[in-house]
């Protein structure tokens, strides 16, 4: 009877797994429609902004002198990896090796898909200089075509937000070139506990919590002595404490990017220019590497965008004489954070001319979702710092919510924009508060959404690594330009989908679909408005 049940249920359980593979299969195939209709709105947006993308990938320098594909194959191919979400070199080839898919990859693009080791062996030797030009160039088209026009501060300069990231972290150096990082932890074990008892006595008791408590560098070590034993204590006995701890070390290599991107309101994130953080003076400071990785950023901004009214947004690290000197050279506006302890001399003016600074306050208050947000600004314009004239801005925000909890933050920005009326100093707080967005339109989604930025596509050469980078960039662009239109938007929303299903869905119309050949030279011929 037993074994029965258990047969009965063996079957049962057999023939959902293959229930669930076909129930699979078939919502793949269901997609199919869905998906060749977001491809051939991506394709759309090519033609629309880069009608000569093609043209412009196979002119970049070749460094083979014999070839099955050409570049502009191989770089079509990385940019394919990016824009489709593959997530892996892997993954990618394994959609390769489906004949429907190859086909009708061809159909679409003219070209045929490479395989990834053959991408990868190009990316160790092409100079990736090359394809970061080639990004700005196309950056250029998007100008041209005043994509980012009603986005602009003032109606007169492209927002760019300037910051630096980790791409990818190894446990063992990878190259030459990876910065590296030492960590230091502090552990209490229990010999050690008792030697500590042996020489204070019982007044060390608490610090039994700490036993076996792995601390991550002195400030944590100074932080726990302090709330267990007292600030005083610890103060006076700071060395023999110390002794006490066990010490490891480690080390972590990485490589970390500086990236200049324009940011806009709608969620635009696109890089125009990247420079890649090296070691200075043979270890690695944050605030050193990233501001001597800005001034080489800066020299590469001008040079690709010489004329281009700029306005430069940068977090709490930036603001100095030598960041203040570059733009004014550059002829650049900025709006960067001020954090307590920034320029003390600024500091103590500002706070000599705050109680005579009566006019130029206004409150702000709005609703959004459950929250009643009021925020309190205040400004003050002609400061001077070393020759340099600043003008600082204040919102103190307060945000309640509809259970009654409060939140109250306070944001501070150093600008050279000389604050006249109200209504640019309301305007320039909006701007400074766009920082966080190459946090989350910009990295977090290249890190997380399927681009898998962190993803070591070359595992031994910086080079291909720096090459794959330039890829993800322009097929982020791609990306944005297409999702961000309000057509699109819509088109998701009338679906009831997500874009993470749109992308899916691509990937069942490529595997499982015919493409219509027709349909798409009918597509190329009539004109399209991109709106955002
Ligand atoms: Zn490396």
């Known amino acids: 009877m037993k074994s029965n049940c258990n047969s009965k249920f063996n079957a049962r359980k057999k023939k959902t797994q293959s229930d669930i593979k076909r129930d699979r299969l078939s919502r793949l195939r269901s997609a199919t429609p869905d998906g060749f209709e977001v491809l051939y709105e991506l394709s759309k947006t090519v033609d629309h902004y880069f009608p000569d993308l093609w043209a412009q990938l196979d002119s970049v320098a070749d460094p083979r002198s014999r070839s099955r594909y050409s570049i502009g194959c191989i770089l079509l191919g990385s940019i394919f990896l990016f824009l489709f979400k593959q997530e892996s070199r892997n993954g990618y080839n394994q959609f390769r090796q489906q004949r429907q898919f190859s086909q009708n990859y061809r159909n679409i693009f003219g070209m045929n898909l490479p395989h990834m080791d053959t991408v990868n062996a190009v990316f160790k030797t092409l100079d990736s200089n090359q394809l970061e030009r080639l990004k700005a160039k196309l950056v250029k088209q998007l100008l041209k075509k005043k994509v980012f026009e009603k986005f602009k501060l003032f109606g007169r300069d ?14 063992e150096k990878h190259c030459d070139d990876c910065l590296c990082t030492t960590h230091t932890y502090f552990k209490l074990t229990k010999s050690g506990f008792n030697n500590l008892k042996k020489e204070h006595g019982q007044i060390v008791e608490s610090a039994s919590a700490l036993i076996d408590e792995s601390l991550h560098g002195f400030k944590a070590l100074d932080k726990a002595l302090n709330k267990h034993l007292g600030s005083a204590f610890t103060a006076l006995h700071i060395m023999s404490l110390q002794k006490a701890f066990t010490v490891k070390t480690s080390t972590h290599y990485f490589h970390a990017v500086l990236e200049a991107k324009v940011v806009a309101s709608n969620g635009f994130c696109i890089s125009i220019a990247t420079e890649w953080l090296c070691h200075t003076k043979g270890f690695y400071d944050k605030q050193d590497c990233e501001l001597n990785a800005f001034k080489r950023l800066a020299k590469k901004m001008k040079a690709y965008f010489p004329r281009l009214p700029v306005c430069i947004i940068a977090d709490g690290l930036y603001p100095s004489a030598p960041f203040f000197q570059i733009c004014k050279d550059n002829s650049w506006r900025y709006i960067v954070t001020y954090k307590d302890g920034n320029l003390k001399s600024l500091r103590r003016d500002i706070h000599d001319l705050l109680p005579l600074n009566i006019r130029n306050n206004f409150k702000v208050n709005k609703t959004i979702k459950n929250w009643v947000i ?16 600043l003008s600082w801005v204040q919102c103190r925000e307060e945000k309640i919510s509809s259970n009654g909890e409060v939140k109250t933050t306070r944001f501070e920005y150093l600008t050279n924009v000389s604050l006249k009326e109200q209504s640019e100093a309301r305007e320039l707080i909006n701007s400074g508060r766009i920082r966080q967005k190459i946090e989350n339109e910009g990295f977090n989604i290249q890190k997380n959404n399927g681009f898998k930025l962190k993803h070591k596509y070359s595992r ?73």
């Open 460 to 532: 031994t050469s910086f080079q291909a690594l720096k090459n794959y980078y330039q890829c993800l960039q322009i097929a982020h662009m791609i990306d944005q330009l297409c999702y961000l239109s309000k057509r699109m938007k819509q088109t998701i929303k009338a679906w009831g989908t997500t874009l993470k299903h749109c992308i899916q869905n691509i990937q069942s119309a490529l595997l499982y679909g015919e493409l219509d050949q027709d349909w798409i030279e009918h597509l190329r011929e009539k004109r399209t408005q991109f709106r955002y």
């Open 374 to 389: 009021k925020h309190e600004n205040t400004w003050i314009a002609d400061l001077d710092y070393h020759d340099h004239s």
């Open 158 to 171: 492209i927002q760019i937000v300037v910051d630096a990231t980790r791409t990818h972290s190894f446990a």
